[in-house]
């Protein structure tokens, strides 16, 4: 195939913006433009306009067929950009002919990624405690990945990224008035680690976080760092994706008693500290969009147990004020005419009352106050409609918007897609108090993978391998619209060897067990459950009835954990009662989880074998959660006819419950089959603990003994 030459006009037109400040945005969307015309084999003369007059949105774009040529036109560098990259969109999958003409403006304004930054052992984020974090650290100071990481969420419509850490400072910043607090070099623990520590990230001081037991990962100054991180704010800015730091507080990890700075919120010096590292933060970087607080965590009176000496949401708001908002308006001040946008998340206090005390920040004409608020608590796949939020709404309506935590403590291993669910899902959103949402992980590290047995030099982005997910929200976020039939025509350009229409259908079956199944067995935080590892934390899971010991959770825990209240599947419990079923019955929904998982293995047959890498990886993950669905199913049906049995004495129903649970053991060991093929066997997670797939086969197994157990008449 004759690759041609695309000859892209650059037609800049702007009020009071310099043209070399938009090149970077037009330049990346006409490289991919000219990657996908050589794909095609065809050539075009792409015309770039941007034009703050046109009837368009903020990053709105819209593309015209203008004789020979088509014009891409938006109100602003990123808008132009998003119309690029939607026309590079459409040749690669349709050719030129599926050119047409098209606006589109943006569905929500912020469209983010949570990304708690493990930026040295010293300096940790609530996530460093696991795995994925450990084997993250270097790559945080990799330019090479934050490129690639950019760009990919570029090409996602996703417009920022925040970065989150319970007390980054030292590794960022010098501030004037406390310099030896700043960290020179990027250190790492050797270790051992324990398997759990505080949820709440205090306490992580043991030896194996000591200076004696530290590498060093990276040689670096703290002048080359914040050097480092200039240049990748700004190459963020190139592609239309700006960067907010959010704290956990209150944490002094990394001074070391410097000064005399420690936690307690009473310190004045560790009070003017705050203020002058929030100040410092600001003024050091240009390019930094905003920042972001949370009230709790580790809030409470020096030498008081917590939850005797916890602070009151008005000594919370108070602290806040003295430190974060006096920091942010302290940089205002020596910077006149800087933006800032601020971000308060509601978790742990009262918006009635952060509102009040955070008038300075709310009135001042160059700061955009607005919350957060964790929308699905730590599961979106869960449900599509969420329940949290309903008091939250009115309480903040006409007053200041918000934006969405959409934690993902759901999807870690396996590849996920399901656009139907992540469409209504973002619908439901109530959308006039929205300025946005961010999605990401608590319990992980969306870094470079580090499971994959089969994997890339470098290995890939946790982004680009779960690509489908990843680019599902940061679309939906741009335009919930997004069609099927454009990803079916993306499929088919990427995996050319199948049918895309089969592979997402399967695709979409297999990946409704993950909302199916954690909305029937809900437990609302990370450490609760985690549905890839059949596991939660193991005090939780002995909490809720588990007579194993790893976490795993057995029978007994699914008749203790209630459904989601918008799962619309009704409890084992309830069913046990002969309450009538508002909707799904616990075993009509293991009927229709196995159904969907049976349907998608048989089109995955009809695919047949295939040779492209990335698609024989996509398609066995596929088959795998297709086998954790049938575990799923008979682990559901097993532990009603347990319930039943256990009331009802009736032999009948102990014998179904065997016959269930000894099929639910015979799919878990098939999942493990399938999931060590493909993945590391054993992961350490820093909320639900060490997953070993093969160690739990016996916990599986032991199912089928409380099953046997039972005493019938």
């Not at 929500?108 to 795995?131: A, E, H, W």
């Not at 108070?318 to 006096?326: G, H, L, N, R, S």
């Not at 954690?518 to 934390?537: C, K, P």
């Not at 695919?607 to 398609?619: S, W």
Request: proline share 4%.
């Amino acid at each position: 195939m004759r690759v041609h030459t695309i000859l892209c006009t650059l037609l800049l037109i702007s009020t009071g913006t310099a043209s070399g400040a938009l090149q970077p945005q037009l330049e990346f969307a006409n490289e991919e433009i000219q990657a996908s015309l050589a794909t095609r084999g065809e050539e075009a003369e792409v015309v770039f306009r941007v034009d703050d007059s046109l009837d368009l949105q903020a990053e709105g774009f819209m593309i015209r067929k203008n004789g020979a040529a088509i014009v891409v036109a938006g109100k602003d560098a990123g808008g132009a950009m998003y119309g690029g990259l939607d026309l590079a969109e459409t040749i690669r999958s349709e050719g030129l002919a599926g050119v047409k003409d098209k606006t589109q403006n943006p569905y929500m304004q912020m469209r983010g990624v949570k990304f708690n930054i493990p930026l040295d052992v010293r300096t940790p984020s609530y996530s460093d405690v696991c795995d994925a974090a450990q084997e993250n650290i270097p790559e945080m100071w990799s330019m090479e990945f934050w490129k690639s990481y950019i760009d990919t969420l570029a090409k996602y419509r996703y417009n920022y990224i925040s970065l989150w850490s319970m007390h980054p400072f030292p590794s960022l910043v010098k501030t004037p008035e406390y310099p030896d607090v700043a960290l020179d070099d990027v250190k790492r623990s050797r270790g051992p680690f324990k398997e759990y520590y505080s949820g709440l990230g205090v306490g992580w001081t043991g030896p194996e976080f000591q200076e004696d037991n530290l590498e060093t990962v990276k040689e670096i100054t703290m002048e080359e760092k914040i050097e480092f991180w200039r240049q990748v704010m700004t190459y963020g800015k190139s592609r239309n994706v700006d960067f907010y730091i959010v704290t956990w507080n209150i944490f002094d990890y990394g001074v070391n008693g410097k000064y005399g700075i420690d936690d307690d919120p009473e310190n004045e010096t560790t009070i003017d500290y705050f203020r002058q590292s929030v100040k410092a933060l600001i003024l050091t970087y240009p390019d930094l969009a905003g920042i972001g607080i949370t009230t709790g965590e580790n809030m409470a009176e020096k030498g008081v147990p917590r939850k005797q000496g916890e602070l009151s949401p008005e000594a919370r708001e108070d602290w806040m004020v003295k430190t974060y908002a006096a920091g942010t308006l302290d940089a205002l001040e020596a910077q006149p005419g800087r933006k800032i946008r601020f971000i308060h998340r509601q978790h742990m206090t009262g918006a009635d009352m952060v509102l009040e005390k955070m008038q300075p920040l709310i009135q001042h004409p160059d700061v955009d106050f607005i919350f957060s608020f964790k929308y699905a608590k730590a599961h979106v796949y869960s449900a599509t409609r969420q329940p949290f939020h309903e008091e939250f709404v009115p309480t903040i309506q006409g007053k200041v918007k918000t934006i969405w935590t959409l934690r993902n403590d759901d999807v870690y291993l396996l590849r996920w897609g399901a656009p139907d669910f992540v469409r209504q899902f973002v619908k439901n959103i109530p959308y006039d108090v929205s300025q946005g949402y961010y999605y990401g992980h608590d319990g992980f590290i969306n870094g470079r993978e580090f499971t994959q047995l089969d994997h890339e030099s470098p290995r890939q982005l946790e982004v680009q391998k779960h690509w489908l997910q990843w680019m599902l929200w940061g679309r939906m976020a741009y335009n919930p619209d997004y069609s099927n039939d454009r990803i079916i025509a993306l499929l088919n350009a990427r995996y050319p060897e199948v049918d895309g229409a089969a592979l997402l259908d399967a695709w979409q079956k297999a990946s409704m067990v993950y909302p199916r199944v954690t909305g029937f067995h809900w437990g609302s935080l990370d450490f609760m459950w985690y549905i890839e590892g059949m596991r939660g934390s193991s005090g939780y899971a002995r909490q809720k009835g588990a007579r194993t010991q790893s976490g795993f959770h057995d029978v007994n825990t699914f008749l203790n954990i209630p459904p989601h209240e918008y799962s619309g599947v009704q409890s084992i419990q309830d069913f046990v009662a002969g309450k009538d079923a508002q909707g799904q019955t616990p075993l009509s929904l293991a009927d229709l989880i196995e159904r969907d998982v049976e349907a998608a293995e048989e089109t995955l047959k009809e695919l047949g074998e295939v040779k492209d890498k990335e698609l024989r990886l996509t398609i066995d993950d596929i088959k795998t959660v297709c086998e954790m669905g049938q575990y799923y199913a008979d682990k559901i049906r097993g532990a009603t006819y347990v319930a039943l049995a256990r009331e009802s004495k009736d032999k009948v129903d102990k014998d179904k419950a065997v016959v269930a649970l000894t099929r639910a053991a015979d799919h878990y060991k098939a999942y493990v089959a399938l999931v060590t093929a493909n993945h590391t066997k054993e992961v350490w997670f820093n909320r639900v603990g060490t997953l070993n797939f093969k160690d739990q086969i016996e916990d599986a197994m032991l199912d089928i003994g409380f099953a046997n157990e039972i005493e019938v008449k």
